[in-house]
């Protein structure tokens, strides 16, 4: 184990590009699963894209029962309980793939197949899992997961439903209100969280949804995007729960509610990609075939920028992803390997890799909606009509910064739960941190060191940004120490330096393996995304870095930080950024489509 990845450890350690896995690892049957889920998009969801529009629920319910036919829901689940019991890295990318046509579907399958089956999956009994999880899986039962009350959002824990035990002591009666519950026109099980007595934390219950059992719902809310995924209240009026249908033990329920919600950061990020790979490609095709001024818009700087950002974004966001989930994999078969329960392993392989899973949430879903943004721009008049899938993009891709811990929560998580773990002795800030002080008192190094390796000068860069990171972060902790949650902006801008840190290095590490496999003239468009994000990264941390600094720090200290921000974000050789994107954008106008 002591060789293995530990989450946030990327901050500290130097990654390999050889020790990383990227897209372009996939096993043939993870190719042929991919393409497979293609099919099914591009047969039962994309040409029916007006249907969700219109709020078809019924449809979305049946383009489910579909996916539950091919097997789709059961990614995720052993094979003991009727699914397909497929590694982490699987389990991505058919979320991924299945998710890139209408957030309608992508919701529900996320809803139903994660939070809705995996708490069950991962806390559940045997007999529980014996009893619910086959149904789940084969899509004859959806779930729903009902953690969102009126007055608990981000605060999850203080959420007022109850659960009071009967006198015979065995069943719960529960009593509250759940909003905003994905799935819940059609569900046949509830994941409920409700408090028992006046315990500190709440409790999660496994509730079969039966009308005639104090079970009612609210009308289905309008929503400004994934418009056919059901979403409404639900009240539950003494619903009795028999005691075998707790999940997990008493009080327990919200660390059930923040291991899933784990889960579903990290597959909501899939779940972001490939809808901007179908924008992309919409956006090149549609540019390819305006003609304004006698010449195709394809042809025009400003139109070229727009596509080569969009590109970059996506394969960035691709290449972290997958990293990440692949080191979650590794975690979990080493957990296993050591004698652990599947259980057991998923979660503690999951927890461990909280902080990326959290980075990944906010950085992929805020490019989503910068893709669909730009796509509209692209598409111009026509991007603003229903007629054109650009508009139902833009609005379907503005939940998934709210959902599943809003992204300020997650920024703020990435940054706390990093903080924790250098507590905890598992992962050692203090070290480093102190290195970067000294570094700043001493003598910087003239020297021009030798950059002509692929990269060289990237890694190096990369190097530095991390000690930026260090300095801030490390100087805000001394200052502050437990009282920094106290600090929000600063926690926030932190974050977004970690979180492009994390992004970045994961481009620039795919592109390398994917050089050192195919020769770096074979891929000289990946090589200029991975170097067009890496320019933008070091931008965001001076930005964000100098925002921290002239918060907390004064006078000399502020000095002598702000010359260092300046030493930790300074190339050697400034990229050309406008031929770096005239690059990308040559290859996507030729290939008329995403292509990487």
């Not at 946030?8 to 042929?32: C, H």
């Not at 805020?366 to 833009?394: K, L, N, R, Y």
């Not at 998934?400 to 507590?423: H, Q």
């Not at 801008?493 to 393996?513: C, F, N, P, Q, V």
Request: hydrophobic share 40%; proline share 2%; glycine share 8%.
């Amino acid at each position: 184990m002591e060789n293995i990845t530990r989450g946030g450890q990327f901050l500290v350690k130097e990654t390999r590009s050889e020790d990383i896995f990227t897209p372009e690892d996939f096993s043939e049957e993870q190719i042929m699963m991919r393409d497979s889920v293609k099919e099914f998009v591009n047969k039962e969801i994309w040409p029916n894209k007006s249907r969700f529009e219109k709020k078809d629920y019924e449809f979305t319910k049946d383009c489910m029962k579909k996916a539950g036919e091919l097997g789709l829901l059961g990614v995720a689940v052993p094979e003991e309980y009727g699914g397909l019991g497929m590694g982490f890295v699987s389990t991505m990318l058919v979320c991924d793939y299945i998710s890139g046509a209408t957030g309608s579907f992508s919701t529900a399958f996320g809803a139903h197949t994660g939070i809705g089956t995996m708490p069950i999956t991962l806390y559940g009994s045997e007999e529980q899992k014996k009893k619910y999880v086959p149904k789940l899986a084969t899509g004859e039962w959806f779930g729903a997961y009902c953690l969102t009350e009126p007055e608990a959002g981000s605060d999850a824990n203080s959420g007022k439903t109850k659960a009071v035990l009967s006198d015979d002591g065995k069943h719960y009666k529960i009593t509250g209100q759940k909003m905003w519950i994905s799935n819940a026109g059609f569900c046949q099980l509830f994941i409920v969280f409700a408090r028992i007595g006046d315990d500190k934390n709440i409790t999660g219950f496994i509730v079969e949804n039966d009308p005639s059992n104090g079970i009612s719902l609210g009308e289905e809310e309008h929503k400004l995007g994934i418009r056919a995924s059901s979403t409404r209240q639900v009240f539950f009026n003494d619903t009795k729960v028999s005691v075998e249908n707790m999940l997990s033990e008493r009080g327990n329920g919200f660390k059930i509610a923040m291991n899933a919600l784990n889960i579903g950061r990290i597959k909501l990020a899939a779940a972001c990609l490939d809808s901007q790979r179908r924008l992309i490609t919409q956006s090149v095709t549609y540019a390819n075939e305006r003609i304004q001024f006698k010449t195709p818009i394809a042809q025009f700087g400003a139109i070229r920028s727009k596509l080569a950002e969009m590109a970059t974004n996506c394969y960035i966001g691709e290449s972290a992803s997958y990293r990440a989930a692949a080191s979650i994999e590794d975690r979990i078969k080493a957990r296993i390997a050591e004698g652990n329960s599947h259980q057991e392993a998923e979660l503690k392989g999951v927890e461990e890799f909280a902080i990326e899973c959290s980075i990944l949430k906010v950085a992929v879903s805020e490019d989503v909606q910068h893709c669909a943004d730009e796509g509209i721009q692209i598409f111009g008049g026509m991007g603003f009509s229903e007629d054109t899938p650009m508009e139902s993009a833009w609005r379907d891709a503005r939940i998934s910064r709210i959902y599943e811990g809003t992204n300020e929560i997650n920024r703020m998580l990435t940054v706390g739960m990093l903080i924790k773990k250098a507590m905890k002795g598992q992962v050692d800030l203090l070290g480093p941190a102190m290195k970067v002080s000294e570094e700043l008192i001493g003598i910087p190094d003239f020297d021009t060191p030798d950059f002509s390796e692929l990269f060289a000068e990237e890694k190096q860069i990369i190097a530095n940004l991390k000690k930026a990171f260090l300095m801030v972060a490390g100087s805000a902790v001394q200052k502050y120490g437990p009282d920094l949650d106290q600090h929000q902006q600063l926690l926030m801008a932190a974050s977004d330096m970690l979180i492009e840190i994390y992004m970045a290095e994961s481009g620039i590490l795919r592109t390398e393996k994917l050089a050192k496999a195919q020769g770096q003239d074979k891929i000289t468009e990946q090589i200029a995304m991975a170097q067009l994000y890496l320019y933008h990264a070091v931008d965001i941390i001076i930005e964000k870095g100098k925002e921290g600094i002239s918060s907390f720090a004064e006078d000399d200290e502020q000095r002598m930080m702000l010359m260092g921000l300046r030493r930790f974000t300074k190339y050697t050789n400034l990229p050309n950024v406008a031929k770096l994107r005239e690059i990308i954008a040559t290859k996507l106008v030729e290939k008329n489509e995403y292509c990487f």
